[in-house]
């Protein structure tokens, strides 16, 4: 929703800069103080525009379903956050309208100050593995070996469900987890593996 205007705004201002620069390249005008101004609008103010409309845009676009479902070793997880009949917690959130095609992204974020940049950083050593091991593999042999790197954080559950209200409080095992990550929300036991074919969460 958002993504598509900086899409344009990153075209437009890249256009704009190379005009600029070519129009100075072929004509040649006399470097006076207006050809100075061009100059610094071709290669400094519209790049910089231009990279930084596209690097947000980009971002935004890695938070949406259809992102992750890019690499084939994901589509298990996707094709089951989007069956309309699965009970997993994926689909679950998949089909709550405050996660929608993000919900992904939502479940697995960092969050905090530098979440997001964590986020990127965990994403850039997926795209790593997946190009040096993974895209490669059947999709069975992943399902069977691959598992989330750390235990789920209950504090990614807590980030949307509250732990103050009187209902989440009156569960006895909802207490005795609240200031600890030794048991996973996402765990056996608990409410389980996010995906069906997942695991405990480990």
Excluded at 27 to 41: D, E, I
Excluded at 43 to 70: D, H, M, W
Aim: charged residues 15%; proline residues 6%.
């Amino acid at each position: 929703m958002f993504a598509e205007p900086l899409v344009l705004l990153s075209l437009v201002t890249a256009v704009i800069a190379a005009l600029l620069l070519v129009h100075y390249l072929v004509r040649k005008p006399p470097f006076n103080t207006v050809t100075k101004l061009l100059l610094l609008a071709g290669l400094g103010v519209f790049p910089i525009l231009s990279a930084g409309s596209g690097n947000y845009a980009g971002f935004e676009q890695t938070t949406k379903r259809e992102f992750c479902n890019g690499c084939h070793v994901m589509r298990p997880w996707v094709a089951d956050a989007e069956d309309p009949a699965s009970t997993s917690l994926a689909a679950l959130h998949a089909r709550n309208d405050l996660f929608g095609d993000r919900n992904c992204y939502t479940c697995h974020a960092d969050y905090g100050m530098f979440g997001t940049v964590a986020t990127k950083m965990g994403g850039m050593r997926h795209v790593y593995y997946y190009v040096t091991e993974y895209h490669d593999w059947p999709i069975a042999r992943f399902v069977d070996e691959i598992r989330i790197r750390r235990p789920f954080p209950n504090s990614t559950c807590t980030h949307c469900h509250s732990t103050t209200l009187p209902f989440w409080q009156q569960v006895p095992d909802h207490k005795a987890m609240q200031d600890t990550d030794a048991v996973s929300c996402a765990s056996k036991g608990c409410h389980g593996p996010a995906h069906p074919f997942a695991g405990a969460a480990r």
